[in-house]
């Protein structure tokens, strides 16, 4: 079964669905999140010919055509966990970190309810970054030299001391806007200023790392304890414009098939950073029952741990999936059982992703614009920042769609996934031309 070339269009997914719903006696599944990956994620379990019912809180415009959504918030656990005891959920998958993070597996569980993500404890390996950097040099995984302070008087003197630049990481979640770059003393003494004396992102410690050069890449792996199932690797285009210039977003594209990337780095990346960070999270006690994101960058000295988070990743995710074979159901039903799962298969070929954004995005743009042009659309599009209103799609986020097309090379994918995003017709909207540009420069 190839599920890449053609990649089905939503309107065939949709109606696979309208045929199998509610005929069988399948499961019924809900997922926590409400963007462009928890879309990919929806999709996916669409494929599942043991699901049957698929909710989605909150979800958005186009989640809602493959799934049923549910007016809660991510983190309202105790809303969620009252919904899945009255609608007979059998499983529950979670995307977002914040939803971890309040802890939303160990209520589930303790009601009773079999739930897809990590416990609070072990989501630390995303939420503390001195937790994550402890992990790795007891470990042994390797990731830069740091310190981490609470004194701004102890942080300052430590960076004098350090090359620039340096990097300096709020030790908490930060919506992404925790970590700067300093080029230099006056740059550093002004985060540290404002992250332990202003207290800007809440009362939290501030790691202090060596600044590592490399292409960065993501590898996202289901994690059940000891066991690790690898997906295939991918790259997020962190930066808003072409060239990598402007500011840092949420992502506006990415791809799998990653050029700079040879089987022995991968090998290297799964058994000494990912099968490690797995094993060394049972040691501690806190094992992983999720997806274990690693951030990796692959420096003149070797791959190196930039960050971990305890999810999947957005945008990776959206490239990643569209390439699983197997039925992801069977994947999550055997990591929340804690039951060893098939070794997942994936398709041959690539996928490449991008991202429409609000114009303005990040900073402030405007909602509510309408779009047009999506029902030609070949390949996926999923949904990132949507709504309807009145019966028309609008644009509801900064980040509002993402166009993935399939190919036997990146090539092939980028041909045709900018041909599909030319259709796409809305005032409001821009995306970067260069998606993948490594694999081309
Ligand atoms: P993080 O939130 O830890 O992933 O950091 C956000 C981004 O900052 C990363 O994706 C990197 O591009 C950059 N970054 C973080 N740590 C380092 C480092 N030690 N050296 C170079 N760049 C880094
Ligand atoms: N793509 C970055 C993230 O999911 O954190």
Redesign the pocket.
Known sequence: MGLVYPLPTLQEVKVAKEINLEDCLGKTVLVIGGGGREHAIVDALSRSPKVSKIYCAPGNAGIGEQAFNVPLKDTDVEGLKAFALENSVDLTVVGPEAALAAGIVDAFRAAGLKIFGHTKAATAIESS?EFAKELMFKYGIPT?EYRSFSDYEEALEYVSGRPFPA?L?YDGLAA?K??V?ASDLEEARKALADMLLDHSFGQGRVVV?????GP?FSFLCFVDGERVYPMPLSQDH?RAFDGDKGP?TGGMGAYTGLPFITPEDKEFAFKEIMCKAASAMVAEGVPLSGVLYG?L?KTPSGIKV??FNARFGDPETEVVLPLLESDIFDIFDAVASGVPADEPRWADGVTLGVVLASKGYPGKYEKGVVIEGLDGVQGRVYHMGTAFRDGTLVTAGGRVLMVVSGGSDLADARAKVYEEVRKIRCGNLFYRNDIAHCAFD
């Open positions: 970054k830069a990097v990481k992404g925790g970590v770059i790392e060596d600044f590592l050069t960065e962190k840092n951030g960058m930039i960050e």
